[in-house]
């Protein structure tokens, strides 16, 4: 099997990069370890950025993401029990839009496949061979052993994949940072508490409230980061919703809980995003905890750079911007992870959190809330900051 560009992953880095080479004549071929169905029903991220919508409309696959989803002009930040509105496109002119991963990798998928491109699913690569070179990715698909040339590979798959760890590690640096909490997160059957998402600093610990749909509620609440989900019956979980909602909690509908799990909280960043042809996209380079809702949207935007490169060296056999790829997405990654990490360590409780360090937390929130530049940073970082190529 042959191909230009060999693509191990299919979530939003994976695939989107591939819409990104069809579009400008490149062929690719997408390995993904997991069933089709596996993919389409993870539930991960649920907010793109102006940024991330911009490009999927320019691929022509955010027809259903335009009729569904839902454009949000701001949000709130609680504390001390009242809630202030952070205006979002006053401030900035842009909006984020809540729309499912699911429903991203549903609309990239049937996409994919309706152009005659391939996607091979339950294909796990092994290995790789040659990567300074004319790289070669060993897979295995329904038992067989199986090869795929390519001229270089983009490594999509995500944390836990094969490509970061096939790269020796004398020849990466690693940034990594473990949060000491997490999230109990929870998919009800409910309507949404508020058109627009909450985020809530309380005695008790971080809340937030979002959504799917107008019809699914996405809540998540500040727990141990050794947690079990045993620990969190629906009963708890919605007592404890309600009491840091605080007033607004009569607005809380219990619904059906269609799904229950624990997100731990990790900042980790690995550099260069490149060894050799092999090229590091999205999760497989860096994770951030999601209090910034920026996983997803550092994904698209590292591989919106990665395409660049491979357009140019296609097209003129030059190799600047892919010598640049890591130096540019990097930049972008560390603004990233910057927001999150404050955001996180802004609105969470740390065990035995002296007094003093609380209010200064409450003092920062408080300073956002009365400072229209303040607020304006935070506006501009949450909505997406403009790419640099």
Not at 70 to 82: E, N, P
Not at 138 to 156: I, W, Y
Request: net charge negative.
């Amino acid at each position: 099997m042959r191909t230009q560009v060999g693509i191990v992953g299919a979530g939003p880095a994976g695939l989107l990069l591939a819409h990104l080479l069809r579009r400008a004549g490149i062929s690719s071929v997408v390995l993904e370890n997991r069933s089709r169905q596996y993919v389409i029903e993870r539930v991960r991220a649920g907010l793109l950025e102006q940024g991330t919508v911009d490009l999927m409309t320019e691929l022509g696959l955010a027809d259903r993401l335009h009729h569904e989803g839902l454009a949000h002009h701001g949000l709130a930040l609680r504390f001390g029990g009242i809630s202030h509105r952070v205006p979002l496109t006053e401030l900035t002119g842009k909006v984020v839009t809540i729309y499912g991963q699911n429903e991203v990798m549903k609309d990239l998928i049937d996409a994919r496949l309706a152009a005659g491109d391939e996607i091979l699913f339950e294909a796990a690569a092994t290995g790789f061979e040659n990567l300074d070179t004319k790289p070669r990715i060993r897979f295995r698909q329904n038992g067989d052993e199986e090869v795929l040339e390519c001229d270089f590979v983009a490594g999509c798959d995500g944390f836990h994949g094969m490509c970061r760890p096939a790269i020796p590690s004398s020849a990466l640096t690693t940034y990594d940072r473990e949060y000491p909490f997490a999230w109990v997160g929870i998919l009800s059957e409910s309507p949404p508490v508020s058109d627009e998402l909450i985020y809530v600093h309380h005695a008790r610990g971080f809340a937030l409230f979002t959504m799917r749909s107008p019809s699914l509620s996405r809540l998540y609440l500040q727990c141990r980061p050794d947690d079990d989900i045993a620990n969190w019956p629906d009963a708890r979980i919605w007592e404890e919703l309600h009491l840091r909602l605080g007033d607004e909690g009569d607005k809380l509908i219990e619904g059906k809980v269609s799904q229950k799990a624990i997100t731990p909280m990790r900042s980790f960043v690995t550099a260069p995003m490149r060894y050799q042809r092999l090229f590091l996209a999205g999760d497989a380079a860096h994770i951030v905890p999601p209090t910034g809702a920026k996983g997803l949207n550092l994904a698209a935007a590292d591989v919106r750079v990665l395409a660049r490169g491979f357009d140019e060296y296609y097209v003129t056999g030059r190799t600047d911007l892919l010598d640049c790829y890591s130096d540019v997405a990097l930049r972008r990654v560390w603004k990233a992870q910057r927001f999150s990490w404050w955001m996180t360590s802004m609105l969470h409780l740390f065990e035995a959190q002296p007094a003093f360090d609380r209010q200064v937390q409450l003092a920062e929130l408080d300073y956002i809330t009365d400072s229209r530049a303040a607020m304006t940073s935070l506006a501009e970082n949450y909505v997406g900051l403009p790419f640099e190529v």
